[in-house]
């Protein structure tokens, strides 16, 4: 609703603006909200400004691009940036504004109350002129798409704080397609804790992984198992900011003290222990610690029979909540539910297992270790809903990994099965809402998203599934809300960083999608999968050397089918198509359902002469795959431009035409999309077409260097005539 503003002011405009608890000063250039200064990029000052000077007034996007960077070599998307940059500022939501509002596809408008003047005049020439010149490879956004639903306010039922990597490269004939397999400064990145100078909340706690001290190592799984079973059960009680799982790999270095994981994580405390299993006995020594002093809070030992685990997880669950929050009578009810899903131990130790199976299978999409430990699980206890939800998960994960038609059927049935058993399942809310949008339903998804905040421990996902419903549909100033929220309730998230990263790559921001998956890494440095995205962002961006360190970065701790089809892209891009192949060969043995790894091969086969006449089988199978895929999600432009490519090389040019007006007409401002389809006209086009698309892809922010390495794109990049023979 458009709120109460005073005239737009006639004459200079004043030196300070005043509304609510913010403050902007037009000479010094700084906002000021709460006290606390905020930090702004100057073209995103120079826009406030713009809209401060005529309140109540709509400011067309032409106007405010031509008024801020000169409208020179630049797209709607750096405006869309700079207003997501002003809203984080301002703690505007766009669903619900009070500052900014939006005029879908035409402008914005200040809508704040803007107080009677403090100061003296300011020249306006100078608070809108450009700061900082804009490179011409500037990225853009999609054009917009239809309106989207409103969103839900958020439920703020937390005490106030201050995500799944997998790129596939469309690098020179290769798309470059991320799906993070998990499941952010400021479209730079926010802070993964409270900013600086500030102290986290006294309710706040990290949940390390349990350490294993039994002589047996086979047992790491059950002392890794409780503490995601502890963790997940403190996040879900109110008024408690828990920060992410931290991984056992990094909290196995040892080279963190608790001052220095609370600065990391944003927390004040942590709380840890060590598992001994010897025989029917249990033996649980945990402490809870405090991060600014590193001295011990709470500390016990616990001496139990092995049966007696859920009883003893419980008690230490209250032990923490209680040195945290005090005595919470209802808590107790509500940790122990929590943390007694099944009274079988049998049972629960075959979920244990698969929990374990799970993470490590998550690079690969490899379930059936995991898929088989759950089934063990229901074998004991037919009534363990949460093993269900453990196959669902897995089943989730074999399809996004692998995009396959068959995983897409197994996880709709294991989700729905989950759902039967246990209704009111926040994670079977998130797997049902992220299959939704596996398929486009928007609404749908948008459901069980939104049925999964009612579960505390699963709220921050829910709100990750929210912001990538947004993103999908191209709303990418109304889905950083939702990854800021995310991360506020789940401090130092790997998975959240990966997913605001992919955001930030689909709106066309590359730098700020290299910064999110540094951030990532930063956090984690041993996760395979953010070193493969990030490598796979580098190759976009012409940065072939950081490209290539990435990939081996993410070989050497765990070979999976995505990094290996990634660095064949980089061998593609730097001419050798006989080591290409052999890595998309290698990558297919990991994944052979996936038919981007097929798209791949026969790329690099069609760019080598000799093998050309191979390059027709592989081109078939993923043109097949890609179909059956397409079933499942038709409005996937990147799939629909992959196929285009394929079938340009099978021969079928009129199908292969119309798939490229089918994925422009999904994909609006997207480089990448731009490139392949360019590549597709170069085969059944004209040269003014492929010429079209190229400029398109470098106005996107494609690095010249990806186009000029372009196999099939090589001559039309430099203005020559276009055209190379298809498999044959």
């Known amino acids: 609703m458009k709120r109460d503003s005073p005239p737009p002011h006639e004459g200079d405009p004043p030196g300070l603006y005043r509304f609510d608890d913010i403050e902007v000063d037009v000479a010094g250039h700084t906002l000021v909200r709460d006290g606390q200064p905020r930090a702004l990029e100057p073209k995103a000052f120079a826009v406030l400004l713009m809209l401060l000077a005529r309140p109540g007034e709509l400011l067309g996007r032409d106007e405010l691009m031509d008024g801020v960077w000169g409208h020179r070599h630049v797209t709607p998307g750096v405006l869309t940036r700079a207003i997501a940059q002003l809203r984080a500022a301002l703690g505007d939501d766009p669903h619900d504004p009070r500052y900014i509002q939006t005029q879908h596809s035409v402008g914005y408008r200040f809508i704040g109350s803007l107080q ?44 106030p704080v201050a995500a799944p990597g997998r790129w596939r490269g469309w690098l020179g004939g290769a798309m470059l397609l991320c799906i993070i397999a998990l499941a952010l400064w400021l479209w730079r990145l926010p802070p993964t804790g409270p900013p600086a100078g500030q102290a986290p909340p006294v309710a706040s706690i990290a949940v390390l992984p349990f350490t294993n001290l039994g002589q047996d190592r086979d047992d790491d799984y059950f002392a890794e198992g409780l503490a995601v079973e502890m963790h997940d059960a403190l996040a879900g009680v109110d008024g408690l900011v828990v920060a992410a799982r931290m991984s056992p790999a990094l909290a196995a270095r040892g080279d963190m003290d608790v001052k220095a994981i609370g600065e990391r994580l944003g927390v ?31 500390s016990r030992s616990y001496d139990r029979e092995l049966t007696d685990v859920f009883a003893t997880q419980s008690e230490i669950a209250e032990e923490v909540v209680t040195a945290l929050l005090g005595v919470i009578p209802e808590t107790r009810t509500q940790l122990s539910r929590r943390l007694s899903p099944t009274t079988n131990f049998a049972a629960f130790d075959a979920y244990l297992r698969g929990l374990q199976q799970l993470r490590i299978s998550a690079g690969s999409g490899n379930v059936d270790t995991a898929v088989g430990y759950f089934n063990r699980a229901l074998a004991e206890d037919g009534d363990f809903a949460r093993a269900q939800a453990g196959i669902c998960r897995s089943e989730l994960l074999r399809f996004t990994s692998l995009r396959s038609a068959d995983a897409f059927q197994a996880a709709r049935t294991a989700c729905r099965r989950a759902q039967e058993m246990s209704p009111d399942s926040g994670e079977v809310h998130l797997a049902l809402g992220d299959l939704h949008l596996a398929q486009a339903e928007y609404a749908e998804a948008t459901t069980h998203f939104m049925r999964a905040q009612d579960d505390p421990a699963h709220e921050p996902s829910a709100y990750v599934g929210m ?37 930030q790559f689909l709106a066309g921001d590359v730098p700020g999608a290299i910064a999110s998956y540094q951030e990532a890494l930063r956090l984690d440095p041993g996760d395979a999968g953010m070193w493969s995205s990030l490598g796979g962002l580098h190759l976009l961006a012409g940065n072939e050397e950081d490209a290539m360190h990435a990939f081996e970065q993410s070989i050497r701790i765990r070979p999976t089918g995505a990094v290996l089809s990634n660095y064949g892209a980089l061998k593609m891009q730097s001419g050798d198509f006989a080591d290409a192949a052999t890595l998309f060969r290698r990558a297919l043995e990991l994944e052979p359902g996936d038919f981007l790894i097929w798209g791949h091969l026969g790329d690099a086969l069609l760019a080598e002469p000799a093998t050309r006449a191979q390059a027709r089988e592989p081109y078939s199978q993923a043109a097949q795959m890609a179909r059956r895929y397409l079933e499942i999600n038709p409005d996937d432009a990147k799939a629909l431009a992959a196929l285009g490519w394929y079938t340009a090389n099978l021969d079928d ?3 292969a035409r119309a798939l490229v007006r089918q994925s422009e007409a999904r994909a609006g401002m997207d480089g990448s999309i731009a490139l392949v389809n360019a590549q597709t006209l170069s085969v059944v086009g004209s ?18 260097t990806m186009i000029a390495s372009n196999a099939f794109l090589k001559h039309a990049a430099e203005g020559e005539p276009t055209g190379h023979p298809p498999a044959r």
């Not at 990538?468 to 991360?487: D, I, K, M, S, T």
């Not at 040269?687 to 010249?704: F, H």
């Open 687 to 704: 040269g003014e077409e492929v010429q079209a698309r190229i400029a398109l892809a470098r106005e996107a922010g494609i690095a010249d």
């Open 653 to 655: 040019h009129a199908q």
């Open 467 to 503: 912001a990538r419903v947004h993103a999908a549909q191209g709303h990418h100033e109304q889905a950083l809300p939702y990854f800021q929220r995310a991360l506020a309730m789940r401090p130092g998230s790997v998975a959240i960083h990966g997913w605001l990263g992919y955001e």
């Open 268 to 298: 004040a405390t942590v709380l840890d222990a060590t598992v001994r299993r010897d025989g029917a006995r249990l033996r649980i020594n945990a402490r809870l610690a405090d991060c600014s002093s590193g001295y011990t809070l709470w």
């Open 116 to 159: 009677a003047e403090q100061a003296g005049a300011a020249e306006a020439g100078d608070a809108t002129a450009p700061a900082d010149d804009v490179p011409a490879d500037a990225p853009a956004a999609a054009a917009a798409p239809p309106e989207a639903a409103p969103a839900p306010p958020f439920r703020d039922r937390r005490a």
